[in-house]
C-alpha cells in the first residue's frame, strides 16, 4: 500500500525559532508596506531550508524554485525574457556562495537586475549540520571534525568590488531594520545583495540570536554608500562589531539596460512582433 | 563527375580563407559545391585542411582523396601529398617544390603583386581556377563585389592577384577540366548556420552558451543574427549556468536555446532534468566530437547518442533529432522547437563537427521572422495550476506577468506547483509528465528509405552519416556486380517511429548500421526496441567523417 504521506506533510518545514520566519515576516510585510504587484513578483529560489520560503508567502506569487546552486542564472534567464518582472531570488549560503559561487561572481560582474536575499547563517541546515561557505574558521562540524580551515568567504567585498548596484547586511532579529533594507533593494535597478545575517537554531550553537544581537551594529548616517574604499572597510570588518545596513551603492547601469534586443520591449512582449 | 580540391597548410596561414572564397565563387558561380574542415585544436601552427568539392549534381558528402591539393606547409605536402589521385596537381606555396608538386610562391606573388602577403590566398584560388580549366575573370568579378566595400583598391588589388596566381601556374592551366555549372543555388550555408537562422526565424530570444567546439558555430550565427531578429546572446560562465538561463527563460515565457559539445552537455545534464520536472521547453544543440573527456576537440563522431538519449538523472520525456544534411538542420530546429512548446519538455538536436562545418548550397533560404506557436494557455487566471493533471499530460501553460500565478519547482509538487512529499500525488505528476512520451512518439518522424525496394542490403543510419551513406548506396547499385543496396535513414532517434523502422528494417537480408561509434550506439537503441536482432556494424572513431568509399570497402 502507498501511505498517505500528504497528511504530515506540514508547512513551513522549518524549525520553531528558525531565524526564516523573521525573514518571510519581513518579506510579507515589505509586499504590503510597498503595495507590490505580486503578479509581477518572481521568487526564484535553489535548495536548501531558506530556498523554500518561495512557497510561503501569504499573498501568491510567481515561484521558481529550481536547483541547488542554480537560482541566478535562472533568475538571470527569467529577468532576460521579461525585465518588466521584479525578480528576488531568496536563498542561503550554501546555495548561493557554495553551490551556485560562480554564478555569484557572475551574476554580480554584469549586474543584472536581480535581488539576492541570501539567509546567511553559516552553517547548513537541511543536510544537517555542516559547514557552509560563511561559517567561522575553527567552526566543527561532524564532517569538518578538527574545525573548519578555510577563510570565511566574504560575499559583500566581492559584490563591492564588483561595483554591483546595493549591497546591504541586515539581521532576521530585527525585523524593522530588514524591511527597511528589503524595501531599499527593491529601488535599485542593477544587482542587489541583502546578505541577512539569520540563527539555526538546530545546527549553529556558535552564532546564535544572542551571538548577532550582541554584535550588529547599524552602519551611521555618517557612512557614504557611495564611497567604495569606506564600503570595503564596513566589508571587512567582523568580530565584536558587525555592520549592518546599506554599505554600497552604485551608478552602474544593470546589464538589462544595455541589451539593444530590449531597448523598445521585453523579450517576451517582442516575440509576436 | 567531381572534382575535390584541398587547400592545406598551418593554422593562421589563410587556409580557411581559401577556402571560403573558393566555395563562395564556385557556389556563385552554379555549381555544386560541398566544402568541408578538417582542423587541430589551436591557433598557429599544425596542419589544417579545407576540402571543397565541386560537382554537376547535389554533394552531400566529402571525400577521401583529392584532385588538387594547395599545400601553404610542407607539412601539407608530406602527410597529405599520397591523398592526390593520379592525374591529379599539387601546387606548393614555395618556388622550390619538394616532389612532384608544383612551386606556385603565392605570397611572393601577393607582395610583389599587391604588397601583401594575406593576399596569397587569392593569389591560390586563382590558380586553383586555372588549373581547374575555370575562367578567372568571373573569379574577379566575384572579387570585386566581395570587396566592393572595401574600396576600388583592395578590390583591385584583389583581380590582380587573381590574375597573377592564373597565369603562374603556366603549362598546368586546365590540367584538370572541372565541373559544368547546373544552376546549383548560389547560397551556401553550413550545418552549424543552418540552425542558428532556423533557431532566430522561429523566435529564439535568448542565446546563452559557453564556447565549446563544434557547437560554437550555432552560436556565432545566432549572434550575429542577434540585432535583426532581437535576440539576447549571452555567454554564460559555464554550460550549468548556460541550461539555467534557459530554464528561467522559457518559464518566463520566450523560446530559448544553447549550443554545445559533449563535454558542456555533461554539465546541462541536471538543468537538463530540472526541464523535465519543470516542464520547459528548452531545446540544446549537442554537437558532438570524440571523447572521452576533452577528447578531440576539433574532430567529428557520433559517441553521444545513448548520453543524449539518457542525460539527466530520473525519468523523463524528451525528442532527439538528429539531422542528415544542411537543409534538415534548419528543418529539424523549427520542429524540435516546436515540438519542444508543444510538449512542454526539452527537445535536442544532435550534430558533430562534420555537419556542423559542411557547407553546401541551398536554397535562398527564408529570412522571414516566422515565430512557433509557443502553446500558452491565454485564459489562465486566478486559481490557475500549472500542472493540472490531464489526459495527454500536457497543462495549460500560463507565463508569468499575467492573471495567473506560475509555480513551478524541480522539488516533486502538486499540480499546483507546490513543493510536495505527497507519494499519490508524486505519482500522478510522474504519470501525467511520461503520459507526453507517448505522444511525442505518435509525433515521431519516419526513418528516410532511399534506395531501390528490392535492396538486398541496408545501410542503417542517423545523423550527419545521411550523405555519406547515400553516396554509398548510390555507388554500389552503379556496379552491377554488387547486390543493391538501400539506405535507411533516421532523423530523429527519440522517440522513434517504431512503425516505420520495423517495416523497413524487416525486409533486407544484410543490414549494415553505420555510425561514428565504436559499440554500435544506435544498433543497441533498434535492439532495445525490438526492432533488430543482429547487424552488422560499419563504425569509425578515429575523429574523421566516413565517405562513401568508407563505408562501400566495409560492405
Known amino acids: 500500500m502507498l501511505y498517505d504521506v500528504a497528511q504530515a506533510d506540514t508547512s513551513p518545514a522549518w524549525c520553531p525559532g528558525c531565524g526564516n520566519f523573521g525573514i518571510l515576516k519581513a518579506f510579507d510585510a515589505v509586499v504590503e508596506d510597498n503595495a507590490i504587484n505580486t503578479r509581477t513578483l518572481v521568487l526564484v529560489s535553489g535548495i536548501g531550508q531558506a530556498a523554500k520560503l518561495p512557497h510561503y508567502p501569504d499573498k501568491p506569487v510567481n515561484v521558481f524554485n529550481g536547483l541547488h546552486g542554480r537560482a541566478l542564472p535562472a533568475a538571470t534567464g527569467i529577468k532576460l525574457a521579461n525585465h518588466d518582472l521584479t525578480v528576488v531570488v531568496t536563498s542561503g549560503d550554501g546555495d548561493m556562495y557554495g553551490e551556485g559561487g560562480n554564478h555569484f561572481i557572475h551574476a554580480a560582474r554584469r549586474n543584472i537586475g536581480v535581488k539576492a536575499f541570501v539567509h546567511n547563517n553559516q552553517v547548513y541546515g537541511l543536510t544537517k549540520g555542516q559547514a557552509s561557505p560563511t561559517s567561522e574558521a575553527g567552526f566543527t562540524t561532524k564532517i569538518q571534525t578538527h574545525g573548519v580551515t578555510s577563510e570565511r568567504f566574504n560575499p559583500l567585498a566581492l559584490a563591492i568590488c564588483e561595483d554591483v548596484s546595493f549591497v546591504a547586511r541586515s539581521f532576521s532579529g530585527d525585523r524593522e531594520h530588514l524591511k527597511a533594507m528589503m524595501s531599499a533593494a527593491l529601488q535599485y535597478e542593477g544587482f542587489c545583495l541583502l546578505d541577512i545575517l539569520q540563527p539555526c537554531v538546530t545546527f549553529n550553537r556558535l552564532n546564535t540570536a544572542k551571538w548577532y544581537k550582541d554584535r550588529v551594529k547599524p552602519v551611521g548616517d555618517a557612512h557614504d554608500p557611495t564611497d567604495r574604499a569606506a564600503a570595503l572597510e564596513l566589508a571587512f570588518t567582523w568580530g565584536d562589531e558587525i555592520p549592518v545596513g546599506v554599505i554600497y551603492t552604485s551608478e552602474r547601469p544593470s546589464f538589462e539596460s544595455q541589451q539593444p534586443a530590449l531597448e523598445a520591449r521585453t523579450l517576451v512582449g517582442s516575440f509576436d512582433r | ?555
Not at chain 2, 356 to 365: A, R, S, W, Y
Open chain 2, 1 to 555: 563527375m567531381d572534382i575535390t580540391i584541398r587547400v592545406a597548410g598551418e593554422a593562421g596561414q589563410g587556409v580557411q580563407t581559401t577556402g571560403t572564397l573558393l566555395a563562395g565563387v564556385c557556389g556563385r558561380l552554379g555549381l555544386h559545391v560541398a566544402a568541408t574542415k578538417s582542423y587541430m585544436s589551436r591557433i598557429r601552427g599544425g596542419l589544417n585542411w579545407f576540402d571543397v568539392r565541386l560537382g554537376e549534381a547535389p554533394l552531400c558528402a566529402g571525400r577521401d582523396d583529392a584532385d588538387v591539393l594547395v599545400a601553404l606547409s610542407e607539412a601539407a605536402l608530406d602527410v597529405l601529398g599520397g591523398g592526390v589521385r593520379d592525374g591529379g596537381v599539387a601546387l606548393y606555396d614555395g618556388d622550390e617544390a619538394p616532389g612532384a608538386a608544383t612551386g606556385v610562391n603565392f605570397t611572393q606573388i601577393a607582395r610583389d603583386v599587391a604588397e601583401s602577403k594575406v593576399m596569397a590566398n587569392t593569389v591560390a584560388t586563382g590558380a586553383i581556377f586555372a588549373v581547374c580549366g575555370y575562367d578567372v575573370e568571373k573569379l574577379c568579378d566575384y572579387l570585386r563585389e566581395q570587396f566592393a566595400d572595401k574600396g576600388e583598391d583592395v578590390a583591385e588589388k584583389n583581380v590582380a592577384c587573381a590574375r597573377a596566381g592564373a597565369e603562374r601556374v603556366g603549362a598546368l592551366r586546365g590540367a584538370l577540366t572541372g565541373p559544368k555549372a547546373t544552376g546549383a543555388p548560389p547560397a551556401l550555408m553550413t550545418g552549424a548556420e543552418a540552425i542558428g537562422l532556423a533557431a532566430a526565424t522561429a523566435g529564439v530570444k535568448l542565446a546563452a552558451a559557453y564556447p565549446m567546439t563544434p557547437g560554437t558555430g550555432t552560436f556565432t550565427t545566432l549572434a550575429s543574427l542577434a540585432d535583426d531578429y532581437g535576440i539576447v546572446v549571452e555567454q554564460a560562465e559555464d554550460e550549468i549556468a548556460a541550461v539555467n538561463m534557459l530554464c528561467g527563460a522559457t518559464y518566463g515565457g520566450v523560446p530559448a536555446m544553447a549550443s554545445t559539445s559533449g563535454g558542456g552537455f555533461a554539465l546541462m545534464a541536471e538543468g537538463l532534468s530540472l526541464a523535465g520536472i519543470m516542464e520547459l521547453p528548452i531545446c540544446i544543440v549537442v554537437a558532438q566530437r570524440p571523447g572521452p573527456a576533452t577528447g578531440l576537440p576539433t574532430r567529428t563522431g557520433q559517441q553521444d547518442l545513448q548520453f543524449a538519449l539518457r542525460a539527466g538523472h530520473g525519468e523523463f520525456a524528451r525528442a532527439v533529432y538528429a539531422p542528415g544534411t544542411v537543409a534538415q538542420c534548419g528543418e529539424l530546429t523549427r520542429r524540435a522547437l516546436q515540438t519542444a512548446h508543444r510538449f512542454q519538455t526539452p527537445a535536442l538536436i544532435l550534430t558533430d563537427q562534420f555537419l556542423q562545418d559542411f557547407q553546401t548550397n541551398v536554397d535562398e533560404p527564408d529570412r522571414t521572422y516566422r515565430p512557433i506557436d509557443r502553446c500558452l494557455a491565454d485564459d489562465a487566471g486566478k486559481g490557475y495550476k500549472r500542472y493540472a493533471v490531464t489526459d495527454s499530460g500536457v497543462s495549460p501553460r500560463a507565463i508569468p506577468g499575467g492573471d495567473a500565478f506560475v509555480v513551478v519547482d524541480s522539488d516533486s509538487h502538486t499540480d499546483a506547483g507546490k513543493i510536495s512529499e505527497d507519494l499519490r500525488g508524486h505519482v500522478a505528476q510522474q504519470d501525467k509528465r511520461m503520459r507526453k512520451a507517448e505522444a511525442l512518439a505518435d509525433e515521431a518522424l519516419a526513418p528516410e528509405y532511399y534506395g531501390p525496394d528490392d535492396a538486398e542490403r541496408l545501410l542503417v543510419c542517423w545523423g550527419s552519416t545521411y550523405g555519406p551513406c547515400r553516396e554509398a548506396v548510390d555507388a554500389n547499385n552503379a556496379d552491377r556486380r554488387r547486390k543493391p543496396a538501400a539506405m535507411l535513414h533516421f532523423a530523429q532517434v527519440w522517440p522513434l517511429h517504431v512503425a516505420a523502422a520495423r517495416d523497413a528494417l524487416g525486409g533486407p537480408d544484410e543490414v549494415y548500421c553505420v555510425e561514428g561509434n565504436q559499440t554500435a550506439q544506435f544498433a543497441a537503441l533498434l535492439r532495445e526496441c525490438g526492432l533488430l536482432d543482429a547487424c552488422a556494424l560499419i563504425s569509425r572513431y578515429d575523429g574523421m567523417p566516413f565517405t562513401a568509399r568508407y563505408i562501400l570497402e566495409a560492405m
